[in-house]
């Protein structure tokens, strides 16, 4: 039996955490049990999801080895969302349906972040030197939305 393992370096991270993100939420309206409540929680989830294709259209904009760096967050981070045993793995807190979206959004703004705040200028000091100024940066780019829930 000829068995194979995957590597980290082989496994497209990028498109992974866009399945993830994509996957139905499978709300239970039992859970709800009104039709209002349903609806209003059924539009949040698809307004996160507005959310993640903002970040990822701008994160494949501005981050250089995108990939690299999604698999270095999602192998080393202690988050609710990880990549474990060749999958990814989300904990959930209170319930899926309306934590899995937002937690790769988290996974797009974190490393969004880290790349603004690690540029330097030609001699070699930091380009920003405030979370502000990252921040007013980054806001030029993405949704209001966006802006308001991941870099406020």
């Not at 039996?1 to 039992?30: D, G, V, W, Y």
């Amino acid at each position: 039996m000829n068995t194979t393992t995957t590597t980290p370096h082989e496994i497209n991270f990028l498109e992974l955490l866009c399945k993830f993100a994509h996957q139905r939420p499978s709300l239970c309206f039992a859970d709800y049990g009104d039709r209002r409540a349903y609806q209003a929680e059924s539009r949040e989830i698809t307004k996160d999801l507005h959310d993640f294709c903002d970040l990822l259209n701008f994160a494949r904009w501005k981050v250089d080895n995108l990939n690299q760096k999604i698999a270095d967050y999602l192998t080393t981070s202690s988050d609710r969302l990880t990549f474990e045993d060749g999958k990814l793995k989300y904990i959930t807190g209170q319930y899926f349906p309306t934590e899995y979206r937002p937690a790769c959004n988290r996974v797009l703004k974190s490393i969004i972040w880290r790349e603004y705040a690690n540029q330097k200028n030609e001699d070699g000091t930091p380009k920003y030197s405030t979370g502000d100024e990252i921040r007013k940066q980054i806001r030029q780019y993405v949704t209001r939305r966006t802006a308001k829930n991941y870099f406020n």
